[in-house]
């Protein structure tokens, strides 16, 4: 069974900078690729990027492209999203995702406002 843990997320201004990280239960082998999701209030999840199994092929939504990175280290069983000049629409509760599994994280929130 995989867990999912997320972390790193907080309040901070337009502009400004926040790294999550998703930590895995299991080791994150070259099979299993994970995807970073999000929910802002009244709207529907989406998908904010996803990354390769061993971090070859990123995906990102269009609204977060030059933005944000997702990466992974497997060594340390753990997925990470960059996010850079934060916007207030990028509010919203941040999830970590192991699609082949269909496992969700419990959500961390990310506010950004002045």
């Known amino acids: 069974q995989v867990q999912l843990v997320e972390s790193g997320g907080g309040l901070v201004q337009p502009g400004g900078s926040l790294r999550l990280s998703c930590a895995v239960s299991?080791?994150?082998?070259?099979?299993?690729?994970m995807a970073w999701h999000r929910q802002a209030p009244g709207k529907q999840r989406e998908l904010v990027a996803s990354i390769s199994s061993n971090g070859g092929r990123t995906n990102y939504a269009d609204s977060v492209k030059g933005r944000f990175t997702i990466s992974r280290d497997n060594a340390k069983s753990t997925v990470y999203l960059q996010m850079n000049g934060l916007k207030p629409e990028d509010t919203a509760v941040y999830y970590c995702?192991?699609?082949?599994?269909?496992?969700w994280g419990q959500g961390t929130q990310v506010t950004v406002s002045s």
């Open positions: 995702v192991c699609p082949p599994f269909g496992k």
């Open positions: 299991r080791t994150v082998s070259s099979d299993y690729p």
